[in-house]
């Protein structure tokens, strides 16, 4: 259960028949991302987060005033398996390593990005957990709220389609419960969380699997009547 409140949250699938019916389905292909490549977990990330905070400097924006006490908390099980499985062949061919692969290796780059553009200075984290990110992600936040290190947490929630490394894992692990429900494709959630009120309970049910782990997080959004698309 999170004490805090939820203030935005939006969510993001894949354009195209895949998407059809899910809250959060993208009306478009994605843009790029200047200085990020090849990979869609960063595009993913930036898009469901503007979505969530509102364009940087506008009206809607909702880091305004709040940018030096703004927390953002970035849960994934397997980080952004593009760009670390691209970097490992070029190693293994023994090309040399790009250094814009390496910079973006780094899971957090994405957040430097985006906390840049927005102003914020509050506290960054990455977690990657198996069992179930999603409440990892929630605790986290209310921790960060509780010991008055932000007043309001951007969590973000982000998995991109299982690649045939993270299947042969998944499948051995999961064997032995240690991993929860991956999404059916590219997937993310992002959720602006503030101090205050009665708290909201976590979800119930899992009411979209197609979301995977991520799906208590969507949930979050739809019971609230926040934007699920653009």
């Given amino acids: 259960m999170t004490t805090s409140l939820v203030a935005a ?53 909702l880091t305004t005033g709040r940018a030096d006490r703004t927390a953002i908390v970035l849960a994934t099980t397997y980080g952004d398996t593009t760009t670390s499985d691209v970097a490992t062949q070029r190693l293994v061919a023994g090309q040399v390593h790009s250094p814009l692969l390496f910079f973006q290796s780094v899971t957090t780059s994405v957040l430097g990005h985006l906390a840049r553009q927005y102003g914020i200075t509050g506290p960054i984290s990455c977690i990657s957990t198996g069992a179930d990110p999603a409440a990892e992600a929630l605790t986290l936040a209310d921790l960060l709220l509780a010991e008055d290190d932000a007043d309001q947490v951007l ?19 999961d064997e032995q419960g240690g991993f929860g429900p991956l999404p059916y494709g590219d997937a993310a959630v992002a959720l602006l969380l503030r101090r205050g009120g009665e708290g909201t309970a976590a979800p119930k049910s899992r009411s979209w699997p197609q979301y995977g782990w991520l799906a208590p997080l969507v949930q979050l959004i739809t019971d609230h009547d926040l934007r699920s698309s653009k």
């Fill in 9 to 61: 949250g939006a969510c993001r699938v894949p354009w195209g028949p895949a998407a059809d019916g899910l809250p959060g389905a993208a009306p478009a292909e994605l843009p790029g991302l200047t200085g990020f490549v090849l990979s869609r977990f960063n595009p993913l990330i930036a898009d469901v987060v503007v979505d969530c905070l509102g364009e940087p400097g506008s009206p809607h924006d």
């Fill in 155 to 173: 969590v973000v929630g982000v998995e991109t389609a299982a690649n045939e490394r993270v299947d042969w894992i998944h499948e051995r692990v």
